[in-house]
Structures are given as C-alpha cells and as structure tokens.
C-alpha cells in the first residue's frame, strides 16, 4: 500500500536576480553547505541560462560563508571565472547577529518566537504603539583595512 502523506522537503535557495530592475532570472537549490558546490551550482546556472561572461557585480549578505576571502561563494565565483568581480554586501546581518548574541546574554534564551521572559524583551512589547522620536548622526571616519585576514576565514 503506497503512504499517501504529502512529504516535505526542506532545503535552501539562493535567488538570483538581476538589476537594475530586480528581474528575478531563477534560482539554485542548495543542498550542500560546501562553498565550491554552492559555487559551482551558481557559474552552471548561469552557463545554461544566461550569458555569464557578462557578470559583472555580485551581491551577497555579509555572512562568512558568501565573503570569506579565501573560501566564501563570491571568491569561488572569481576563480571559476578567472577574474575579479564587484561585491555588494548587505551589512543588515552585521547588526542583527551581535544584537542576538547579547539579548541572549542578558535575557537568557527564549522558549519560543513569542516568549518575551527578559527584562529587554518585557520592555519591548508594544513597541509598534510607541512614537518616533528624532536622532542626530554621529559623524566618524572609518578605518583603512591593511590585511583581509582580519576581517574573516
């Protein structure tokens, strides 16, 4: 007797979209973790479907596993293709994974997405209700980066 279950299968895509315009062109499925695998998905998409010679410009989220100068997607994507390309790397990780960290730090760690048992996270609720309030920027200057080593793997 066949097992009439609907069957769920969990996997990763990376979307690949051009710009400017966000034309979505496709995406990959990515089973594997290993950078050169996701690498090489990526350059076979683009030989099948798309003139790859033409990729100019990538853009990734800042995780080490897409920007890792010696082993992340993006410097894999350059040795396939044997040149450099332009990086674009959303930073909005840089912030979130840090403030994860800490708030599990301080306010233990939650039981469930809506489990609020901190102090920072009681203060928290209700947060949409509360009004905007102005900020001045901080001006600064940022620092030169000599050696890549020190930004990641």
Not at 3 to 20: F, M
Not at 72 to 84: A, D, P, Y
């Given at each position: 007797?066949?097992?009439?279950?609907?069957?769920?299968?969990?996997?990763?895509?990376?979307?690949?979209?051009?710009?400017?315009?966000?034309?979505?062109?496709g995406h990959v499925s990515v089973n594997f973790r290993r950078v050169q695998i996701i690498g090489n998905n990526i350059?076979?998409?683009?030989?099948?479907?798309?003139?790859?010679?033409?990729?100019?410009?990538?853009?990734?989220?800042?995780?080490?596993?897409?920007?890792?100068?010696?082993?992340?997607?993006?410097?894999?994507?350059?040795?396939?293709?044997?040149?450099?390309?332009?990086?674009?790397?959303?930073?909005?990780?840089?912030?979130?994974i840090p403030l994860r960290h800490l708030f599990a730090h301080v306010d233990t760690t939650t039981t469930g997405p809506r489990s609020l048992t901190g102090e920072i996270r009681k203060s928290l609720a209700g947060y949409e209700k509360l009004s905007v309030v102005s900020s001045t920027p901080i001006e600064n200057t940022l620092c030169e980066v000599t050696n890549k080593k020190d930004l990641s793997t």
């Open positions: 007797m066949e097992d009439n279950r609907r069957k769920v299968i969990i996997e990763e895509h990376i979307s690949l979209v051009k710009e400017p315009g966000s034309e979505y062109i350059y076979s998409f683009f030989v099948m479907r798309w003139q790859w010679h033409k990729c100019k410009k990538v853009g990734f989220d800042g995780t080490s596993v897409n920007t890792g100068f010696k082993g992340g997607i993006i410097h894999n994507m350059e040795l396939i293709l044997n040149r450099s390309l332009q990086w674009f790397v959303c930073q909005l990780h840089a912030n979130e």
